[in-house]
């Protein structure tokens, strides 16, 4: 099973045990469901691909206050994005890593076929949290996570826009208006579209060491991780891309 599941994550080098790391996740998608699948479970055999690394995939903490979505989430070991969990899990031994998709609610917004639109200019706190902990940085591209359902036309400035912005200031999150295909139909319904989603894992990126006595990174040194985070990003995406995204329309853009 693992071997036919496998060609579904692809990395581009080992990581080290005994280290931990954060991974940024891109794109959001409408609901992540690549990330889903190859952090918060074994279905592509992440632990065979990368033995001794225990990755933990985070939401929204507003997630738990759900439900029964709650349950479901607790039971994948997905924990919240907040800053007090981030620091427990990354202290909590060698290999202990966090997934996060770093685009959020405003990505999800711009997630549509054949495009790859990332929020990720002004995303510092990954960054900033990987440099406290001396954890590497690992960009994750994700191709296919914006193929799997399609999203009603909210362009900027159209009226479901700014109600779907305005959600997301006062509540953290927003909604997006989609659609996929039908248990017994291929045109209407919540069944993603049978699409591949290959995730390919990139090379850690080295973060700069706090000199002694210092508690947070620089402005400079801030920029200059994301930049090289960046830079790594664009490449896995250069490479695949013309495997994995034929049918893409543009290419990877960041737009905020």
């Given at each position: 099973m693992y071997l036919t599941l496998r060609k579904w994550i692809?990395?581009?080098?080992?990581?080290?045990?005994?280290k931990n790391y954060i991974f940024g996740y891109h794109p959001h998608g409408i609901i992540s469901l690549g990330a889903v699948a190859n952090f918060a479970t074994e279905a592509t055999g992440f632990s065979q691909l990368f033995p001794g690394i225990i990755p933990s995939l985070l939401t929204l903490t507003a997630n738990f206050k759900v439900p029964l979505y709650r349950d479901i989430?607790?039971?994948?070991?997905?924990?919240?994005v907040s800053r007090h969990s981030c620091e427990t899990i990354l202290s909590s031994g060698p290999g202990r890593s966090i997934v996060i998709v770093v685009g959020g609610a405003s990505e999800s917004l711009r997630a549509r076929p054949g495009t790859a639109d990332l929020t990720l200019q002004k995303r510092l706190g990954f960054i900033r949290m990987a440099i406290r902990h001396q954890a590497g940085l690992i960009p994750t591209?994700?191709?296919?996570?914006n193929d799997i359902f399609q999203q009603v036309d909210n362009s900027n400035e159209t009226l479901l826009w700014k109600i779907q912005k305005g959600v997301q200031r006062l509540?953290?999150?927003?909604?997006?208006?989609f659609h996929g295909r039908g248990i017994f139909n291929y045109s209407l319904g919540l069944v993603p579209y049978r699409h591949p989603i290959v995730t390919v894992v990139g090379k850690p990126i080295p973060v700069p060491k706090l000199k002694a006595g210092e508690t947070e990174p620089t402005e400079e040194q801030l920029l200059s991780t994301q930049a090289l985070y960046i830079e790594e990003l664009k490449c896995i995406y250069d490479k695949y891309k013309d495997v994995y995204a034929k049918d893409r329309k543009q290419d990877l853009r960041i737009v905020a």
């Open positions: 692809k990395k581009e080098v080992d990581l080290d045990p005994s989430i607790l039971a994948l070991g997905i924990a919240s591209f994700s191709f296919g996570e509540m953290g999150f927003t909604i997006p208006l």
